[in-house]
């Protein structure tokens, strides 16, 4: 079981982001535009504000000495105003004074009230689908507010100058030496309080509202931003948790640490389905970039087993569609571009394939010679390689230019007991002879996961190439894959990744002849 984390890079994350980019950026996009959507089905509303100054009054009654309420901060005595610019007299007020058909409750609902942080103010603010309305009712409450607690204020003078008037009375009833002076003190207070009465100014309107000229709700562009952002969030969160819920091989690192084999070749996910040196034109930037993958998969394959030539490789996968055919074909091509005379073998007798690509025939083939139905020269088809384009493939033995040619046998015709023909003697003898004629025999094998097939053929080459295609095969089938070549007797063996893609951290080539370089 590998316990290596699967994020412990930066570049692990950066991989889930590079390859779920699309769900992320889905997940945004259709976020921000529920987001709008939802903005702009709302019914627009327009608040308007009124800013009061509440002043304290109590500082000029005590100068009459008729005040035991006291001075409060202006932060606390706009903080204390604020709750009373809504209450239910105020309301009531305010209703009657515009004569509208909403009800004391509707009106309260639309009417807010803070007090503002560096002013001090008692802000009211109003909000209804109506500017001019909101506008209106805003000032109403201004206007009330300031009407009511200035009535308020004007009879507790009044109260205070009645009770002082009782007393000028009754001084001056009094024949005490003082009186006169009494009475002088207490005209000067009601005189003095009837000033106050006049310009007594509880509450000031500092700033009447004003129509708005834009709605305060919805704020269409801050929701489809905001949208957008928590569309990000759950994007990243299911790109991750899709990414943690796959357990599809996605870089080299992943399946050498799965299988616990070197990594000795990549191909490269658009060389998949081809016929390596023996398609295209070498001349062609692609195509030799592909090529240069080919050359380093049969260079690596010659350190894989240091000291003895391996002649006979065995080129399998866990199961179809890994690249295995195109692999086989692609060292086969190598080698013999190399100088070496090099035999392809078509083992795969359950689904052949490489008659189609290289246009060659398809019979008479290995399983025609194991059934002695032809003899050696009759299945052996050479491919010729290079800048000649295309695989050109004729009967009758080797080339007379064996490096720019390879051998071929194909499947033959459809067998009935593919693994019995592959274990016999008579396959044993053949693979015993071929490798003797030539410098690299590559054996073209079925998935050892899917049929017993490959497992007949292990114990009788020299070493084995297992594909693994990133982004398919799965980390399951992997451990599979290793178990099963567990219990074959030990040979070198190496894994080709196929599959990769530009931008995979298992990317990588040369700048040589202008093809792509990258790390």
């Known amino acids: 079981m590998n316990d290596t984390p699967r994020y412990s890079t930066l570049r692990d994350y950066l991989r889930v982001l590079r390859s779920h980019r699309v769900l992320i950026i889905g997940v945004m996009v259709a976020f921000a535009a529920a987001a709008f959507l939802v903005s702009s089905l709302q019914k627009k509303e327009y608040t308007a504000e009124t800013d009061l100054l509440f002043r304290d009054v109590s500082q000029d009654l005590s100068l009459v000495g008729q005040t035991s ?128 009465k006049e310009l007594a100014r509880p509450v000031e309107i500092a700033k009447a509202a004003t129509v708005p000229g834009s709605p305060s709700s919805p704020k269409t562009a801050r929701n489809t931003i905001l949208g957008a952002l928590v569309g990000l969030a ?34 490269p996910d658009d060389a998949l389905g081809h016929a390596g040196f023996a398609n295209g034109r070498v001349d062609d930037a692609d195509v030799e970039s592909h090529l240069e993958a080919f050359r380093m998969l049969r260079t690596n394959l010659e350190f894989l ?54 246009g060659i025939e398809e019979e008479p083939g290995l399983t025609d010679y194991l059934l002695g139905e032809a003899k050696p020269a009759d299945i052996l088809q050479v491919v010729k390689l290079g800048a000649a384009g295309g695989a050109n493939g004729s009967n009758g033995g080797e080339a007379q230019d064996e490096a720019s040619s390879m051998v071929c046998i194909t499947a033959g015709k459809t067998a009935q007991l593919p693994a019995e023909m592959l274990g016999s003697d008579r396959f044993s003898s053949f693979l015993s002879k071929v490798s003797k004629a030539y410098d690299m025999v590559v054996l073209d094998t079925s ?15 020299d070493g084995l190439l ?54």
Do not use: W
């Open 305 to 358: 087993q240091a000291g003895t030539p391996m002649k006979t490789v065995m080129v399998t996968s866990g199961l179809p569609e890994e690249g295995k055919s195109t692999v086989a074909l692609a060292l086969a091509g190598a080698a013999a571009v190399a100088g070496k005379r090099t035999l392809l073998v078509e083992c795969d007798l359950r689904r052949p394939c490489l008659a189609d690509r290289l």
């Open 466 to 519: 297992v594909c693994v295609r990133l982004s398919k095969t799965t980390r399951e089938e992997a451990k599979a894959a290793r178990e099963a070549l567990g219990h074959l007797p030990g040979r070198p063996t190496g894994v080709v990744v196929t599959g990769y893609r530009p931008g995979d951290e298992s990317y990588y080539g040369y700048a040589y002849g202008g093809y792509r370089s990258s790390e």
């Open 234 to 267: 759950f994007g990243l969160l299911a790109a991750f948790l899709r990414d943690s819920l796959d357990r599809r091989l996605r870089n080299a690192d992943e399946v050498q640490a799965e299988l616990h084999l070197p990594v000795i070749g990549r191909v």
């Open 447 to 461: 998935p050892i996961l899917s049929v017993v097939d490959a497992l007949e053929l292990a114990p009788q080459v």
């Open 69 to 196: 309420i006291p001075e409060l901060a202006p932060d606390q005595r706009a903080a204390i105003n604020a709750d009373r610019v809504t209450r239910p007299d105020v309301v009531d007020q305010v209703r009657r004074s515009l004569n509208t058909n909403k009800t004391t409750s509707q009106i309260k609902d639309e009417v807010s009230t803070q007090v503002g942080a560096k002013t001090n103010f008692v802000v009211v603010q109003a909000t209804d689908a109506n500017p001019q309305f909101a506008t209106t009712l805003a000032n109403a409450f201004g206007r009330e507010v300031q009407q009511l607690d200035t009535a308020a204020v004007q009879k507790r003078i009044d109260s205070v100058i009645s009770q002082l008037r009782r007393n000028l009375r009754t001084a001056k009833k009094s024949q005490d030496a003082t009186a006169l002076t009494t009475i002088q003190v207490l005209e000067s207070q009601i005189a003095h309080l009837q000033a106050i």
